[in-house]
């Protein structure tokens, strides 16, 4: 007999609780704890799993050379940028969720890729539970993909989706999105934490058993988390963040987990009328106004996933007439920027402490790539001095709380993208440079210490000085 009871669950690692606390007791965080009322007893039990246990195939343990190479495992879309950061395709049988706040793009995004598939003669389902199937098709209109082979269902209950799945078999399937499908088997709403995770299982149980690759789609919480961090994520195979500034026209996809590819690969896209563009040169684009001249503008090279990026950091450090001095960030660590002020008050004596201090990443990237401490400091540094920095110069490092400047991954790549893209003069970390292959017609300056990239400053300020 089921019956109903009430229950807590915590939002960040989805551990259950009889009672609520204002710790959740598995992982320590604080006013995580949610309540919500829930059927227990055997049906819950057989609606979920019903699927696994039917279609359960004779359990055989295999030695590894016996199992068979697959080959064509992965679908490719026209989207290169999406290919690449999938891991080089979409992996067959996969199931991949992809998150973004309300409105960034992400039905546009499905209904691109869908739309872009390799392959014309297989199945597409795009299931909308969000809008009709009108709305979908005004969508695909302006993206100029009416005539697509896609089917459309519009559907909240996902034991008919499951169902209407396993029919028609497609290659591709898509909900949109996960926070409003349900289980009439569970009493809790649509899009709380418990009808979130159990429609995945299910999803998850559909895609493994019938081989059939399925994207899902989540909204973000206030937090950035999907229905609650870890909570999704060690269901499905691939994490996909989908992310951008409403002010900016680009779009950045993340891959925040994937069990077939890198992670932290990025894909960076533009919004415009008529739907997402990729971009496969990103450096270019995010230079794109970088103006000589300007204090406080500084280039530093960050590493997303496998491709470095070249972006414009811009610092602006005024005196602080009201009290107490603000320190802003926009696209980097506040904690880190704050952690860089001490090191330059410290080991160079620079004044910071009655300084308001902004830095902004320009093009609206977020970055947390160390290597970029050496840029960031620069840039206030330049703002602070009036130095404007030649155009031709890029800096990159790790800074240590002593102001050494630590030895950074990947520096080949990073060498390669500056002198790619025009620069002439490179200061990097003397420890990197041991063993890699500097690219030629450019000059890479090994340093040690914030210091000596201070006593050196003069070297390279552009000679037109405000
Ligand atoms: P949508 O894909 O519906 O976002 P999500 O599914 O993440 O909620 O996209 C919504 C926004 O994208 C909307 O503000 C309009 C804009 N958009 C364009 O700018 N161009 C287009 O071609 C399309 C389809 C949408
Ligand atoms: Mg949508």
């Not at 546009?108 to 890729?113: A, D, E, G, R």
Request: proline residues 4%; glycine residues 8%.
């Amino acid at each position: 007999m089921a019956k109903l009871t009430t229950q807590f669950i915590c939002q960040s690692c989805g551990s259950v609780s009889p009672k609520w606390n204002g710790k959740c007791n598995d992982c320590g965080e604080w006013n995580t704890l949610i309540e919500e009322v829930v059927e227990t007893g055997k049906k819950k039990v057989d609606a979920v799993h019903q699927n696994r246990i039917s279609s359960n195939p004779p359990v055989k343990a295999t030695t590894l050379a016996e199992i068979p190479r697959k080959e064509g495992e992965r679908m490719q879309t026209a989207f290169g940028e999406f290919n690449r950061v999938m891991g080089g395709g979409i992996m067959k049988g996969s199931l991949i969720l992809i998150g973004g706040d309300p409105g960034i793009g992400k039905s546009t995004l499905m209904m691109q890729v869908a739309g872009y598939l390799d392959s014309n003669k297989e199945t597409i389902l795009y299931v909308s539970a969000e809008e009709s199937v009108h709305q979908v098709r005004g969508r695909a209109e302006r993206l100029g993909l009416e005539k697509a082979p896609i089917l459309l269902l519009a559907e909240t209950n996902l034991n008919e989706i499951l169902l209407q799945a396993r029919n028609l078999k497609p290659a591709l399937l898509i909900i949109d999105s996960i926070q409003t499908v349900y289980l009439p088997d569970l009493s809790s709403a649509p899009g709380s934490v418990s009808q979130v995770r159990e429609c995945t299982s299910a999803v998850m149980t559909l895609a493994k058993t019938e081989h059939i690759t399925t994207f899902i789609t989540g909204h973000v919480t206030k937090d950035g988390s999907i229905a609650g961090p870890r909570v999704l994520e060690h269901l499905v195979d691939t994490v996909l963040q989908f992310e951008g500034d409403r002010n900016h026209h680009f779009r950045i996809l993340r891959s925040l987990k994937n069990r077939f590819g890198s992670t932290n690969e990025i894909g960076v896209f533009d919004m415009n009328s008529r739907g997402l563009r990729e971009i496969t040169n990103p450096s270019e684009l995010f230079l794109s106004e970088f103006s000589q001249g300007i204090t406080g503008s500084v280039i530093a090279v960050t590493m997303e996933g496998t491709r470095p990026i070249l972006v414009e950091l811009q610092a602006l450090v005024s005196n602080c007439n009201y009290g107490f001095p603000q320190r802003n960030t926009n696209g980097f660590d506040q904690r880190r920027m704050t952690m860089l002020l001490a090191v330059l008050e410290k080991r160079l004596g620079t004044p910071m402490g009655t300084q308001d201090v902004f830095l902004n990443v320009a093009s609206g990237l977020k970055i947390d790539d160390p290597a970029a401490d050496l840029g960031v400091c620069i840039a206030i540094l330049s703002s602070f001095r009036e130095w404007s920095i030649a155009r031709d110069v890029v800096f990159i490092g790790e800074i240590g709380l002593g102001g050494e400047i630590r030895s950074v991954s990947s520096i080949e790549q990073r060498l390669m993208e500056c002198a790619k893209l025009g620069f002439k003069r490179l200061i990097v970390p003397k420890a990197s440079l041991k063993e890699a292959e500097l690219p030629k017609n450019v000059e890479v300056i090994g340093v040690n210490h914030i210091q000596d990239v201070y006593n050196r400053m003069d070297e390279w300020l552009a000679d037109l000085q405000l």
